[in-house]
C-alpha cells in the first residue's frame, strides 16, 4: 500500500530557513500536499504540487519534488515563530484518498 | 464561500460509552466525506469516506461506524468506546477540486478514561 515518510521533529531559528523533508512509495502518485496542523486545531492546506513539476513557489513556501527518488520538501524562508506548528506531508493519485504522513514538528526558537 | 463544523469541539467519555461525533459542510452540494484519527504521536489515519447520501467506505476495521442521513451531514459513531479510541477526529470535505484537495474541520478532541 502507499506510504509517506516524514522525520517526527525539527528545531529552527527564528530568521532560518526552514526545510521539511517527505518520502512517498506510491509510483502513481498524482498529486503532493504539504499541510499546516496548528496547536489544537485542524488542518490547513498550505500548497500542491502536480506529480509533472519540479517546484513550486508561494511567497515563503517552495516545494522541491524529485520524481525518481519520491521526495518531496518544503522549505519555509524567514522562519517565524507563528509557523510552530505540525506538517503533513501527503499524497493522492487524483481519486477520493489521500494518504498522509505521520507529520514534522517544526519549533521555532526566538 | 464553504465552512465545516465539528461539534464538540473536546468530549470526555468512559470506557464502554456511546459515541456520537457530528460534521456539517456548509455552501457546497454533493462533496466527498471524510472521517480521520489522529492518535498521539501518529498521523493521520483515514477511517472512513463517503460520496453520496448513505455510501461509506471504511478504511480500517475498527469498533467505529459512520453514517451520511444527509448530503452534508457525516456523522461518526461508536456503540462502546474503547481506550484506544481517544484522539482528534477530523473531518473533511473535497468536492473535485484539483486532486481532490481536503479541507478539514476544527477537529474534536477525544479522551476515554
Known amino acids: 500500500g502507499e506510504d509517506v515518510e516524514q522525520s517526527l521533529f525539527l528545531s529552527v531559528r527564528e530568521g532560518d530557513s526552514s526545510v521539511i523533508n517527505c518520502t512517498y512509495t506510491?509510483?502513481?502518485?498524482?498529486?503532493l500536499y504539504w499541510y499546516k496542523q496548528e496547536p489544537g486545531a485542524g488542518l490547513q492546506l498550505l500548497t500542491y504540487?502536480?506529480?509533472?513539476?519540479d517546484m513550486k513557489q508561494d511567497q515563503r513556501l517552495t516545494v522541491l519534488l524529485n520524481k525518481k527518488d519520491k521526495h518531496l520538501s518544503l522549505r519555509i524562508a524567514d522562519t517565524q515563530t507563528g509557523d510552530s506548528a505540525i506538517y503533513f506531508c501527503?499524497?493522492?493519485?487524483?481519486?477520493?484518498?489521500?494518504?498522509f504522513g505521520t507529520g514534522t514538528k517544526l519549533q521555532v526558537i526566538p | 464561500s464553504q465552512t465545516i463544523h465539528q461539534w464538540p469541539a473536546t468530549l470526555v467519555q468512559p470506557v464502554g460509552s456511546p459515541l456520537s461525533l457530528e460534521c456539517t459542510v456548509e455552501?457546497?452540494?454533493?462533496?466527498?466525506l471524510y472521517w480521520y484519527r489522529q492518535a498521539a504521536g501518529r498521523g493521520l489515519q483515514l477511517l472512513f469516506y463517503?460520496?453520496?447520501?448513505?455510501?461509506i467506505s471504511s478504511e480500517v476495521p475498527q469498533n467505529l461506524s459512520a453514517s451520511r442521513p444527509q448530503d452534508r451531514q457525516f456523522i461518526l459513531s461508536s456503540k462502546k468506546l474503547l481506550l484506544s479510541d481517544s484522539g482528534f477526529y477530523l473531518c473533511?470535505?473535497?468536492?473535485?477540486?484539483?486532486?481532490?484537495?481536503?479541507?478539514f474541520g476544527p477537529g474534536t478532541r477525544l479522551l476515554v478514561l
Open positions: 473533511a470535505w473535497s468536492v473535485g477540486g484539483p486532486g481532490e484537495t481536503q479541507y
Open positions: 455552501g457546497t452540494s454533493n462533496p466527498n
Open positions: 504540487i502536480f506529480s509533472n513539476m
Open positions: 501527503a499524497e493522492s493519485e487524483g481519486y477520493q484518498k489521500v494518504t
Open positions: 506510491d509510483s502513481s502518485s498524482t498529486y
Open positions: 463517503s460520496v453520496g447520501i448513505g455510501q
